[in-house]
C-alpha cells in the first residue's frame, strides 16, 4: 500500500507552494490568514520530512533550490487539482455561503465597499466577507482571492474582468482657500499656489497631474507643500485649506456635498484614462459566492455614478 500523504505534510505543500510563489514568508502568511511564523514552521517541517533544503535562505530573500524549483511546479499541479475541486462543491451547492475573499485599493474599499457591506451581508447571512485592502497588486490565483477590485486595464487570460465605472481625478480647493488665494484659470497657474499632491505607496512615485490643454495632454508634478500616501488625506487636507490638489470623485463628493470643497480647473480635465474593474479567476465563474458579490458590486457602482452626478452640477 502506497503510502497516505499526512496532513502536516499536505499544510506544509500548501505553506511551500504560497511562500515560492510569493517571495515571502509574510506575503504567503497573508495570503494564508495565518501568522509568518506558522508558514515557516510549516515550511521547515515539510523540509525535514523530504530530507531536502527547498529554500536557500538569506536575511533577506528566500531563493528556490533545483529541487525546490522542481517541487514548486508539483506542488502547483497539486494545489490547482484541490481548487477544482473546490470550485466545484461550491457550485454544486449554488447558495452562497462560506467566506469570499475580495481585494480592493484602500480609498475605495473605505469610501465605497465598507459602507455597502452590511447591506451585502444582510442579503447573504450564510457568506462572510473577508476584505483586503492595499495598493499591492496581487496575484489572485496565487493568493487565493476571489475578487478584486483594481483601476485601470489588467491583461490576464486567466481572469474574467467586468467593466464597474469610470476612474475619474479632478482638481479641487476649499472655498476659503480660494476666498484667500484666488481661484485658479489655467494648469500653469498652479505654480503660485499652495499644492497638496499624492504618492503611491507601493512604487514612492508622486501623482503627475493630467490636464487636457488645447490638443495635448499637459502632465504637471506640482511643487506641493504637502505629500501624503492615502488618498482620503489629501482630501482632508484640502478641506481644511491647505490648497489645491487632485482626488478621485468618490472621496470628493462628500466634501463637495457639504460645500467643503469645490472643483477647479474644470475645463481642462482629462478625459476619463482608467476605469474601476471587477476581476476574478476563470476558475471561479460557476461561483455562486462570485456571482453574488459581483452582482452586488454593480449595486455599489450604479450607471451614473452619484458621485460623478453630484461634482458634474457644480462644476459647471
Known amino acids: 500500500m502506497k503510502e497516505r500523504i499526512s496532513l502536516d505534510r499536505l499544510t506544509g505543500l500548501i505553506a511551500f507552494a504560497r511562500t515560492a510563489s510569493l517571495g515571502s514568508y509574510t506575503a504567503a502568511a497573508r495570503a494564508l490568514s495565518v501568522s509568518p511564523s506558522a508558514v515557516s514552521k510549516s515550511v521547515q517541517r515539510l523540509e525535514a520530512s523530504l530530507g531536502l533544503a527547498l529554500f536557500t535562505r538569506t536575511t533577506r530573500s528566500l531563493t528556490l533550490t533545483s529541487e525546490g524549483a522542481d517541487m514548486h511546479e508539483r506542488a502547483l499541479r497539486l494545489l490547482q487539482g484541490v481548487e477544482e475541486i473546490e470550485q466545484a462543491a461550491v457550485a454544486a451547492r449554488g447558495e452562497p455561503a462560506g467566506i469570499i475573499k475580495v481585494t480592493a485599493p484602500l480609498p475605495i474599499g473605505v469610501n465605497l465597499l465598507a459602507p455597502a457591506l452590511p447591506r451585502f451581508r444582510e442579503r447573504y447571512p450564510k457568506l462572510s466577507v473577508d476584505l483586503r485592502l492595499g495598493d499591492r497588486i496581487t496575484d489572485l490565483i496565487e493568493e487565493g482571492i476571489d475578487v478584486a477590485v483594481r483601476v485601470g486595464h489588467v491583461v490576464d487570460s486567466r481572469l474574467i474582468s467586468r467593466r464597474l465605472a469610470p476612474h475619474r481625478l479632478r482638481a479641487f480647493a476649499s472655498p476659503a482657500y480660494l476666498a484667500k488665494h484666488g481661484t485658479p484659470q489655467h494648469p500653469e497657474d498652479l505654480a503660485a499656489h499652495e499644492c497638496v499632491n499624492f504618492r503611491y505607496q507601493s512604487s514612492g512615485q508622486t501623482l503627475r497631474w493630467p490636464f487636457h490643454v488645447g490638443e495635448r495632454v499637459l502632465e504637471i508634478l506640482p511643487d506641493a507643500g504637502i505629500v501624503v500616501d492615502v488618498s482620503d488625506a489629501v482630501a482632508a487636507i484640502l478641506a481644511a485649506g ?64 452619484p458621485w460623478d452626478v453630484l461634482i458634474q452640477g457644480v462644476g459647471k
Open 242 to 305: 491647505g490648497g489645491i490638489g487632485i482626488s478621485p470623485t468618490y472621496i470628493a463628493a462628500p466634501y463637495v456635498r457639504r460645500g467643503e470643497l469645490v472643483p477647479v480647473l474644470t475645463p481642462f480635465t482629462l478625459r476619463d484614462k482608467f476605469d474601476i474593474t471587477a476581476l476574478w479567476p476563470e476558475s471561479r465563474r460557476g461561483n455562486p459566492n462570485v456571482k453574488a458579490f459581483v452582482e452586488f458590486l454593480e449595486e455599489v457602482f450604479p450607471s451614473p455614478a
